[in-house]
């Protein structure tokens, strides 16, 4: 039986490290796509010359023709322009919503029936733009921000604690932008919630750390954004569908009522599997986490109401 298949929109770094994580661990076929002529050809032969050493048996390939995404299992779209130093992500609102629009619809069209899962920035109104472009059932429509935000709260974590990163089991909500919510009470350290381990004092800084886990990486690169995290939160989510594992991951997703939020998409801990989003579990937050992340997710929808002109 063959490979399944993921089209990996963008061959920039995010995009790029996200299929050469997705051939390595052999979850699936991938097609690379960008507008840049030869790069994702040159890319995709690059790693396809790492498979003797490797072993993989899985192939990646390069082009800037949709049609060769066909049929494609996954689309993860991460096309579009990186933030820089000093610049918001909304500041790249506009700009990548007309990258996004036109990238969903060739997309849509070679695979009518793949689940979509975006990372270009502002992420949750990429999600929301690619969902209303697709036509898709929301559950087939979902964003990677929870999982990076997550990933980067439970290192913080594991350093304040000297544990391993993979010993804490993480939870942060919101939209992907300084609204983020942190949840340390559902925030577990080999079972034990975070409260329990650490006094506010020492916790706020870490979250704070977290909201701000971008802009870290921004500052250092000085030029283009973190990718090494991000790729490999959206293989995350990629492998979640494919092998339809049910996890709960946080997960920007429609949300039709929980938490009192409404027509909207946000960060909250999803189930993920085959057919996209399967389940989207409640848990017990504050109350003030829950006005912040009502807050988040209103300026999801600020945003969301300036696009819908472009839609
Ligand atoms: O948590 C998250 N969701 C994120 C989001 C974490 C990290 C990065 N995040 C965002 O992903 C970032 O703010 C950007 O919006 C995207 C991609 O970041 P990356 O670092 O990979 O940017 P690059 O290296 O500039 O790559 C973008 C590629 C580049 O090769 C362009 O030529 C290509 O996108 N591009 C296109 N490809 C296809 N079609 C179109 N229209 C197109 N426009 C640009």
């Known amino acids: 039986m063959g490979y399944p298949k ?17 051939v390595e661990k052999e979850l699936a076929d991938v097609v690379l796509v960008d507008v840049v002529e030869g790069l994702p050809q040159g890319k995709a032969l690059d790693m396809m010359e790492s498979a003797p050493i490797e072993g993989f048996r899985t192939r990646i390939s390069g082009t800037n023709d949709y049609a060769e995404t066909k049929d494609s299992d996954v689309i993860v779209i991460t096309a579009g322009l990186a933030r820089k130093p000093g610049m918001s992500r909304d500041d790249l609102l506009a700009k990548n919503a007309e990258i996004i629009s036109g990238i969903t619809k060739n997309c849509v069209e070679a695979s009518p029936n793949a689940i979509i899962i975006t990372v270009t920035n502002p992420l949750d109104v990429m999600t929301y733009l690619a969902w209303k472009v697709s036509n898709f059932p929301t559950r087939r429509v979902m964003g990677m921000a929870g999982a990076l935000d997550s990933a980067r709260y439970a290192y913080f974590l594991s350093q304040e604690l000297m544990c ?6 993480p939870m942060v909500l919101g939209g992907h932008g300084d609204q983020m919510v942190p949840v340390p009470q559902h925030t577990k350290v080999k079972g034990k919630p975070v409260t329990e381990c650490l006094q506010p004092d020492v916790l706020e800084p870490i979250n704070q750390r977290t909201r701000d886990g971008g802009i870290e990486i921004v500052q250092l690169l000085k030029t283009g954004s973190a990718y090494y995290a991000p790729s490999a939160s959206a293989v995350r989510m990629v492998k979640a569908v494919l092998q339809n594992t049910g996890d709960v991951i946080p997960s920007c997703v429609y949300l039709t009522g929980q938490y009192g939020i409404k027509d909207v998409y946000c960060g909250v801990p999803a189930r993920i599997g085959r057919e996209g989003v399967m389940e989207i579990p409640e848990i017990e937050l504050t109350d003030q986490q829950k006005q912040d992340l009502k807050a988040s997710a209103e300026h999801v929808r600020e945003n969301c109401e300036k696009l819908k002109i472009a839609v």
Not at 13 to 18: D, E, L
Not at 164 to 169: F, G, I, K, N
């Open 164 to 169: 391993l990163p993979s010993d804490v089991d």
């Open 6 to 22: 993921v089209t990996v929109v963008g061959a920039g770094f995010v995009g790029a490290t996200a299929a050469q994580r997705i």
